[in-house]
């Protein structure tokens, strides 16, 4: 195929996507080696592979069980060795992933600036040289998703010694407010890696609609799995227990600990900029996602019903609190409001 395309078009190049997947019925016997039909490309020298990550996950970190996966070590090792070659190969990581897993939930996740950051920064360290070909697959629009384009592309040009630097080069020409803002914003990545990434409550978080919940059934994964309300009615004592300690409570300290970064940014009015406003928004809406997906479950059967901490108590009325029907000139699509769209489309 690739001699085929030379033939027709002298000089294009020509190229594989390297993508993820878990699953024995994936996986191929070639020349002695057992590995993910994806991997097959490295025996056709003319193509040149892209290596393939998903979601806010990185390479070098816990994927989350993203496509059945706990670490993308295979396609890491891939990457590596490619360029320790001095062999092509390109990485395509995401800045957002859409379906159902984060802008179309809504939520704000500059988390994935953290992970584009790292994987540039421990490639480089590790292979001794830095990637010369890398692009993001994004989907993102509302909720500050253009942060992680922006950041991810000055990040292939110019790598910081740290992703926090970045944050801070960003909004500090926004003056003394977008200063205050970008130390929220790290605290607030720092917050979500470790309770999406290492506290593994990023299902919980995520949306779910009729094909995640198939897929599941059927085996079939992609974003990261949850226990379902239906599900979590049938858990046992101990199983309850353990869903308590490992989701449920954890889900409320990260929800106070979103909620006090919110507490802590000026007001909206005192902001100065749609730009700041915006990310005053997408903490708002984070942190009531994270108090809302915490209420459901505990709402549910009565052997899962726990006091709430007493944060939690205050009513949350929907028209004032979810951002409905507020809109930032020019910084969001036309027509009805995001959270209206996604309410209207019952994705929970």
Request: no cysteine; aromatic share 12%; hydrophobic share 40%.
């Amino acid at each position: 195929m690739a001699s085929l395309i030379d033939e027709l078009r002298p000089g294009t190049g020509v190229s594989a996507s390297v993508h993820v997947g878990n699953f024995d019925n994936l996986r191929v016997d070639y020349q002695g080696e057992n590995m993910l039909y994806y991997f097959l490309v490295k025996f056709v020298p003319a193509v040149v592979p892209w290596v393939h990550t998903v979601m806010y996950y990185d390479l070098y970190e816990d994927a989350g069980g993203a496509y059945n996966y706990d670490e993308f070590t295979e396609h890491r090792q891939f990457l590596l060795d490619r360029l320790e070659k001095q062999e092509p190969v390109g990485y395509f990581p995401e800045s957002a992933y859409w379906i159902t897993f984060d802008d179309s939930v809504p939520q704000y996740l500059p988390l994935y600036i953290r992970s584009r950051w790292l994987d540039l920064w421990q490639t480089r360290q590790q292979a001794q040289s830095p990637l010369t070909e890398h692009i993001l697959f994004s989907t993102g629009w509302e909720w500050g998703y253009w942060q992680n384009d922006y950041l991810t592309l000055r990040m292939n040009y110019e790598l910081p010694d740290d992703w926090r630097q970045a944050i801070g080069e960003l909004l500090e020409p926004l003056g003394k407010q977008g200063v205050q803002v970008a130390g929220t914003v790290v605290e607030l990545v720092e917050l979500q890696h470790e309770f999406l990434i290492e506290k593994r409550l990023a299902a919980y978080l995520a949306g779910v609609d009729f094909y995640i919940e198939t897929g599941k059934h059927a085996g079939i994964i992609s974003q990261p799995t949850r226990i379902l309300i239906d599900e979590a009615a049938g858990l046992d004592a101990a199983e309850i227990a353990d869903f308590r300690s490992q989701v449920i409570d954890p889900l409320d300290e990260f929800a106070d600990g979103l909620e006090q970064l919110f507490e802590h940014l000026p007001a909206d009015e005192e902001l100065g900029s749609d730009w700041l406003r915006e990310i005053r928004d997408g903490l708002e809406i984070d942190f009531l996602r994270a108090r809302y997906v915490s209420s459901v479950y505990r709402g549910q059967p009565h052997h899962l019903r726990l006091r709430l901490p007493q944060a939690s108590r205050r009513p949350v009325p929907v028209e004032t609190r979810t951002g409905q029907g507020r809109k930032r000139p020019g910084l969001s699509q036309p027509g009805r409001s995001l959270v209206h769209r996604v309410i209207e489309q019952r994705i929970l």
